[in-house]
């Protein structure tokens, strides 16, 4: 799970990098020059991203290493509210197709 987590945020920066270049090329193409009040812009939405990025992943390492520890904890209460919610789905789901 950490793993994917750290392939999603490392994805992200690479689509963001590669938005800033194909950004750069496109004004570049049309024969425009980004300004520096332009290029500002650009740097300073890339590092607000890059921050938001990092709190998520914060966020959400910080939760799992949270329930993490509720199932350590209390595995067989877990293990119960498990099978209580697959069980009232397989009711629905029998249900709905009735």
């Keep these: 799970m950490k793993n994917n987590n750290a392939e999603l945020v490392h994805e992200i920066k690479?689509?963001?990098?590669?938005?800033?270049?194909n950004l750069k090329g496109a004004f570049s193409k049309s024969g425009e020059?980004?300004?520096d009040k332009s290029k500002a812009l650009l740097e300073?939405?890339?590092?607000?991203?890059?921050?938001?990025v990092e709190k998520v992943t914060d966020a959400v390492k910080e939760k799992s290493q949270n329930v993490d520890d509720i199932v350590?904890?209390?595995?067989?209460?877990?293990?119960?509210?498990?099978?209580?919610?697959?069980l009232l789905t397989g009711l629905l789901i029998g249900r709905s197709r009735d």
């Design 14 to 21: 690479k689509e963001l990098e590669d938005l800033k270049h």
């Design 72 to 86: 350590h904890e209390h595995p067989w209460q877990v293990a119960g509210a498990a099978l209580a919610v697959g």
């Design 33 to 35: 020059v980004l300004s």
């Design 44 to 52: 300073n939405t890339i590092e607000s991203f890059h921050e938001r």
